[in-house]
């Protein structure tokens, strides 16, 4: 019998990410502080949230098997997180016009016997954003939750000249290539028959 499969995450983006692998899964909030640590670099802080997200939710159920995921924005070394309100957007969006930035996407998955995280990394080049064209964006979308204020899936697409990415699906949120990987070694592989 198949362990039970955990999303550990409120985010409705990773979890319509994870209902493509058509795997029957529940999804715990795995409340986590997702305070940078000192000096922490964004591709870390990532790989550290994924795993105590995680590390959190198997903690309550610990024969499950559970994913964590965390993204943060990396501008030259520094983390810009999500914006929260408009303001910060129009400031973040402001600051990432006609620059390129990495979006860290880490995933883990801990099971009875492993805890694993991957990272991957989608660099995403910004168009140089007109004044309004920020503005219209963000009334438009509203992407308040997302670090660095843009979703590539929908009309944030319009913000960008490139992404540069071996897992498409980490820009969104939860990168399902490195993910299928993680849950065939935690014994649960999509493409077997239940």
Request: charge should be neutral.
């Amino acid at each position: 019998m198949r362990p039970a499969l955990i999303l550990a995450s409120t985010s409705r983006y990773r979890r319509e990410l994870l209902q493509r692998l058509r795997l029957p899964f529940e999804v715990l909030s795995p409340e986590v502080d997702e305070t940078p640590l000192p000096g922490e670099a964004p591709a870390a802080l990532a790989l550290r949230l994924a795993l105590a997200k995680a590390r959190a939710v198997h903690a309550r159920r610990p024969g499950a098997v559970v994913i964590g995921s965390d993204q943060v924005a990396d501008l030259d070394g520094e983390p810009i997180g999500k914006p929260h309100t408009h303001e910060r957007a129009v400031a973040q969006l402001t600051r990432l016009s006609g620059r390129s930035v990495v979006f860290q996407t880490g995933v883990a998955v801990v099971a009875p016997g492993l805890e694993r995280a991957l990272l991957a990394p989608v660099r995403v080049r910004f168009r140089a954003l007109a004044p309004a064209e920020i503005e219209h964006y963000l009334r438009a979308e509203q992407p308040y939750d997302c670090a660095g204020s843009a979703k590539s899936e929908t009309l944030g697409i319009a913000l960008l000249e490139a992404i540069d990415s071996d897992d498409p699906t980490a820009l969104v949120g939860l990168p399902l290539i490195r993910t299928c990987a993680l849950l065939r070694e935690a014994g649960i592989d999509p493409l077997a028959a239940a």
